[in-house]
């Protein structure tokens, strides 16, 4: 019989490092030619069971990190593991090295339910002990005004588990738990301000925990408003000059005023619109066809031009 449980290639010399079974019981250890796999000589020896506990609390908060007392051999890639009841002894939601000592932290998964805290041989993935723990839910409170322009900040004001990853998020309605347009994390504090999308439209407010994976805890809704912008500005300018703009507009902090030649996204000069109104703009040295546009700061979004003719 050619066949073994573990190995190791006798040119790791004499003595060598050979790794036992995970079950208790009476084995051979065998010297093998690899031609043939022919038998050269054996020996029996008795494999003993192993001493392993894990100490947790009985429950615990999703997304929480508890604390887990355990002993055990602490082979090489043992680990502490947080499973679902009944998922297979290799699968796992979260999982620490036994490397890290006793106790350590072990991170909980964010859906409630029963689960089980395992010691894991690295040998095979075998649960060498187990105990149950039951994850309760987490939950969330959101307040912020129900309408808002858009390209501003939202104010929001929030109850939560304030997990370190956390974050207030504004987000499509369609789009996935753990997607967003803006976000601000929750370790900012409460209440805390979120940039608005600079597309008008139906958006969420929601708060997203964010440990192992994310998962929205709450939600409310909210409606992003357009804004509009004006600019009152000569529609001829000399070459090399410079341009005075009077503009009206949201002004936010990042917003600009800017020289742009006609059909390019860029610009040849600018300045921010919170240097109030009017601006003045450097007029390119090259004549030909410009715009003068009023640019958003969230997204780049252009809410107004007006034509220009550099001379």
């Given at each position: 019989?050619?066949?073994?449980?573990?190995?190791?290639?006798?040119?790791?010399?004499?003595?060598?490092g050979l790794e036992m079974?995970?079950?208790p019981g009476t084995y051979l250890i065998r010297y093998i030619l690899s031609q043939d796999r022919q038998v050269m000589?054996?020996?029996?020896?008795?494999?003993?069971?192993?001493?392993?506990?894990?100490?947790?609390?009985?429950?615990?908060?999703?997304?929480?990190?508890?604390?887990?007392?355990?002993?055990g051999p602490d082979y090489p890639n043992d680990y502490i593991s947080v499973a679902e009841v009944g998922q297979a002894d290799n699968a796992?939601?979260?999982?620490?090295?036994?490397?890290?000592?006793?106790?350590?932290?072990?991170?909980?998964?964010?859906?409630?339910?029963?689960?089980?805290?395992?010691?894991?041989?690295?040998?095979?993935?075998?649960?060498?002990?187990?105990?149950?723990?039951?994850?309760?839910?987490?939950?969330?409170?959101?307040?912020?005004?129900a309408?808002?322009?858009?390209?501003?900040?939202l104010v929001v004001t929030w109850e939560g588990p304030g997990y370190q990853a956390d974050f207030i998020a504004i987000s499509e309605p369609d789009?996935?738990?753990?997607?967003?347009?803006?976000?601000?994390?929750?370790?900012?504090?409460?209440?805390?301000?979120?940039?608005?999308?600079?597309?008008?439209g139906n958006y969420e407010v929601r708060y997203v925990a964010s440990t192992v994976g994310r998962k929205m805890i709450a939600k409310t809704e909210?409606?992003?408003?357009?804004?509009?912008?004006?600019?009152?500005?000569?529609?001829?300018?000399?070459?090399?000059?410079?341009?005075?703009?009077?503009?009206?507009?949201?002004?936010?902090p990042q917003d600009y005023?800017?020289?742009?030649?006609?059909g390019d996204n860029g610009y040849v000069s600018y300045v921010y619109a919170r240097e109030g109104s009017p601006v003045l703009l450097k007029v390119p040295d090259t004549p030909g066809d410009y715009e003068v546009r009023y640019v958003m700061g969230q997204g780049r979004t252009v809410l107004t031009a007006s034509p220009v003719i550099v001379e």
């Amino acid at each position: 019989n050619n066949t073994y449980i573990n190995y190791t290639y006798t040119r790791e010399g004499s003595p060598l490092g050979l790794e036992m079974p995970v079950d208790p019981g009476t084995y051979l250890i065998r010297y093998i030619l690899s031609q043939d796999r022919q038998v050269m000589a054996t020996r029996n020896i008795e494999v003993t069971g192993l001493d392993v506990s894990v100490e947790a609390q009985d429950s615990a908060v999703a997304g929480e990190t508890i604390t887990v007392d355990w002993s055990g051999p602490d082979y090489p890639n043992d680990y502490i593991s947080v499973a679902e009841v009944g998922q297979a002894d290799n699968a796992y939601k979260g999982y620490t090295y036994t490397r890290e000592g006793s106790p350590l932290k072990l991170l909980l998964p964010l859906e409630a339910g029963d689960y089980e805290v395992r010691y894991i041989l690295s040998q095979d993935r075998t649960v060498a002990a187990r105990r149950p723990l039951r994850v309760d839910p987490i939950t969330a409170t959101l307040v912020a005004d129900a309408q808002t322009p858009a390209g501003g900040m939202l104010v929001v004001t929030w109850e939560g588990p304030g997990y370190q990853a956390d974050f207030i998020a504004i987000s499509e309605p369609d789009q996935q738990e753990g997607a967003y347009k803006t976000y601000t994390y929750t370790r900012d504090g409460s209440p805390l301000m979120v940039q608005v999308p600079a597309k008008p439209g139906n958006y969420e407010v929601r708060y997203v925990a964010s440990t192992v994976g994310r998962k929205m805890i709450a939600k409310t809704e909210l409606e992003v408003t357009p804004v509009d912008a004006t600019l009152d500005v000569e529609a001829t300018a000399e070459s090399g000059g410079v341009l005075e703009v009077n503009w009206t507009g949201p002004g936010y902090p990042q917003d600009y005023v800017t020289m742009s030649k006609a059909g390019d996204n860029g610009y040849v000069s600018y300045v921010y619109a919170r240097e109030g109104s009017p601006v003045l703009l450097k007029v390119p040295d090259t004549p030909g066809d410009y715009e003068v546009r009023y640019v958003m700061g969230q997204g780049r979004t252009v809410l107004t031009a007006s034509p220009v003719i550099v001379e």
